[in-house]
């Protein structure tokens, strides 16, 4: 059997959009206008080595290549791979046997693994380390006996992933209104960890409820919210207070993505909004705004934040400055599989994942 794919949403019809001109004469801009363009943004080291791995992938092996999940949460990056013959399945019984299949940067259970190796498939593992990182602390914990809170959305792969590593150890906590329901068996052994790509604000106020309920509960050895996430987010409050309006480019079941949009909203932008791509954006948001801020999150190419400055341009919001609040050169290493493909072709190129915001086409 090939695979039942991931469904992947298009994007959406051209329509005729009003011009600048209708736009300004619905609502007056007082102020110059301009865009204020968050950096970092976009791709990020655990992306940026994952979406190079299919990629090498398909080069060494040849198509078809098959990936566990999408290989990160974007529409573009999962649908330019499809093109160039990847193909997604939801779980490894959809591969066929002795197949090569790639976990997504999500990473996977125990279990994943286990079916696998039954399954005779070969794997490439695309688990971003900062991932891999939250892997170990739970396992690490559950043999230390500890009850584990793991602060996350239940149902993202990643959670699921992470929490598979140690069921009987861990309850997952999806924000501050769980934390009433929360038993341990000695708080004095109780550990907290997190996805990676939460809210910051937001965990700090389920960890502080937590250890209003349970003082003793111990911090992580070091911070679980990844330095892309948290950077992005740090970005994105700096503009916000000044933006009429935020666009954040990135997909639906990006959690970071989503994240930023929220952020944006709390920390003063009058209107935020979340586009796959430059056509979704909607010229009545830009009624009577004089700033725009754009970001994107950690899993969208560069090229679809031009996109949408682009379209901003048309509409007058030519005039971009970008606030830098952190500088970025994290590099991974490619899969230690693929590594070793590449070694014995010779190919040198593309060892270590590129910088983020390396342009897709
Ligand atoms: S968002 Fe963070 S944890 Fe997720 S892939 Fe990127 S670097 Fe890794």
């Known amino acids: 059997m090939t695979s039942s794919a991931v469904s992947i949403p298009m994007p959406s019809v051209p329509r005729r959009r009003r011009t600048p001109d209708e736009v300004l004469a619905a609502a007056p801009v007082s102020g110059p206008k301009r865009v204020l363009l968050a950096a970092p943004r976009g791709y990020c080291a655990g992306v940026d080595r994952a979406v190079i791995a299919v990629e090498k992938a398909l080069e060494h092996y040849g198509p078809p290549v098959y990936v566990r999940k999408q290989i990160v949460h974007n529409v573009h990056v999962v649908t330019s791979l499809e093109e ?10 959809e591969v066929p046997e002795s197949a090569l299949v790639i976990f997504s940067a999500h990473g996977v259970s125990p279990a994943v693994v286990q079916s696998a190796e039954d399954r005779g498939l070969r794997t490439i593992d695309a688990t971003c380390p900062l991932v891999t990182k939250v892997h170990r602390e739970a396992v ?8 584990i809170l793991l602060i996350g959305h239940d149902g993202h792969e990643e959670v699921e992933g992470t929490a598979g590593e140690a069921p009987d150890h861990i309850q997952i906590i999806n924000g501050p209104h769980e934390v009433d329901k929360v038993t341990v068996r000695n708080p004095e052994k109780t550990i907290w960890l997190s996805q990676t790509t939460l809210s910051v604000d937001e965990t700090m106020e389920t960890v502080r409820m937590l250890k209003e309920r349970f003082p003793t509960l111990q911090d992580p050895p ?33 959690s970071n993505s989503v994240r930023l949009v929220e952020v944006a909203l709390e920390y003063g932008a009058k209107a935020s909004y979340r586009v796959d791509f430059a056509n979704e954006v909607d010229e009545g948001w830009f009624e009577g705004v004089a700033t725009v801020g754009v970001t994107s999150g950690a899993s969208v190419p560069e090229v679809l934040v031009q996109d949408v400055l682009r379209l901003l341009a048309d509409y007058g919001y030519g005039a971009v400055e970008e606030v830098v609040t952190a500088e ?9 599989e693929l590594r070793a493909t590449l070694k014995e072709a010779g190919d040198v190129t593309r060892a270590l994942g590129g910088r983020g915001n390396r342009p897709t086409s």
Do not use: M
Not at 328 to 336: I, Q, R
């Open 84 to 93: 160039k013959g990847a193909i997604f399945v939801e779980e490894t019984d």
């Open 140 to 147: 690490r914990f559950a043999k230390e006996d500890y009850d």
């Open 222 to 254: 070091s911070d679980d919210i990844c330095y892309a996430t948290t950077n992005r987010q740090v970005a994105i409050k700096k503009i916000a207070p000044q933006a009429d309006l935020v666009i954040v480019v990135g997909s639906a079941n990006s």
């Open 328 to 336: 970025e050169d994290l590099l991974f290493s490619l899969p230690k």
